[in-house]
T-cell receptor, first 115, second 114 residues
Framework: EPEVTQTPSHQVTQMGQEVILRCVPI?????FYWYRQILGQKVEFLVS????????KSEIFDDQFSVERPDGSNFTLKIRSTKLEDSAMYFC?????????????FGSGTQLSVL | DQQVKQNSPSLSVQEGRISILNCDYT??????FLWYKKYPAEGPTFLIS?????DKNEDGRFTVFLNKSAKHLSLHIVPSQPGDSAVYFC?????????????FGTGTLLAVQP
């Protein structure tokens, strides 16, 4: 089965530092997402991206967050100045079309630890 | 803001028996529901889904039931196998799934005992 690939699997950073989480969605997919899961809590939607622009974002996705699809294969999440509360598992996901017709595939996640 | 709730954080079942995982939701605009399974150190993987126009969907050992009036859905696994041991997330979407944005519950850890 095709895979969404995320790197790195673990990222440790100091508070206030910038981090970039990388994802390679499945090659023919058109819709891209970032979700996160704080330890012990639910998986939360952050942002959706389609046709090279953000289509929806949550309240969590403030000015410190940005996404980019720089080269047609990678999809990145940047956190400009990390806070302790940004520590979480971040999941990238992609889908070809709509949920009713296609599967949403998730990557294995990047565990971000902000110290 | 708990639009999707899974009130049982864990469930333990004997191999061969039925596992029933429950999920409640509050947003009446949700019209497409999914179950995902998650192993440690992996991302969630799609298991089964149901549209609000149906009350049941079956795929092999997995059946999802939807009770719209009660805003409740459940996942039945029969028979349960040790390999089913994982965290199960209920998720919901608006717009018939067209938006693709999912609201997840907190998950239920299923342990199937051999």
């Amino acid at each position: 089965e095709p895979e969404v690939t995320q790197t790195p699997s673990h990222q440790v950073t100091q508070m206030g530092q910038e981090v970039i989480l990388r994802c390679v969605p499945i090659s023919n997919h058109l819709y891209f997402y970032w979700y996160r899961q704080i330890l012990g809590q639910k998986v939360e939607f952050l942002v959706s991206f389609y046709n090279n622009e953000i289509s929806e974002k949550s309240e969590i996705f403030d000015d410190q967050f940005s996404v980019e699809r720089p080269d047609g294969s990678n999809f990145t999440l940047k956190i400009r100045s990390t806070k302790l509360e940004d520590s979480a598992m971040y999941f990238c996901a992609s889908i070809l079309g709509h949920l009713t017709d296609e599967k949403l595939f998730f990557g294995s996640g990047t565990q971000l630890s902000v110290l | 803001d708990q639009q999707v709730k899974q009130n049982s954080p864990s469930l333990s079942v004997q191999e061969g028996r039925i596992s029933i995982l429950n999920c409640d939701y509050t947003n009446s605009m949700f019209d497409y529901f999914l179950w995902y399974k998650k192993y440690p150190a992996e991302g969630p993987t799609f298991l089964i889904s149901i549209s609000s126009i149906k009350d049941k969907n079956e795929d092999g050992r997995f059946t999802v039931f939807l009770n719209k009036s009660a805003k409740h859905l459940s996942l039945h696994i029969v028979p349960s196998q040790p390999g089913d041991s994982a965290v199960y997330f209920c998720a919901a979407s608006e717009g018939g799934g067209a938006t693709n944005k999912l609201i997840f519950g907190t998950g239920t850890l299923l342990a199937v005992q051999p």
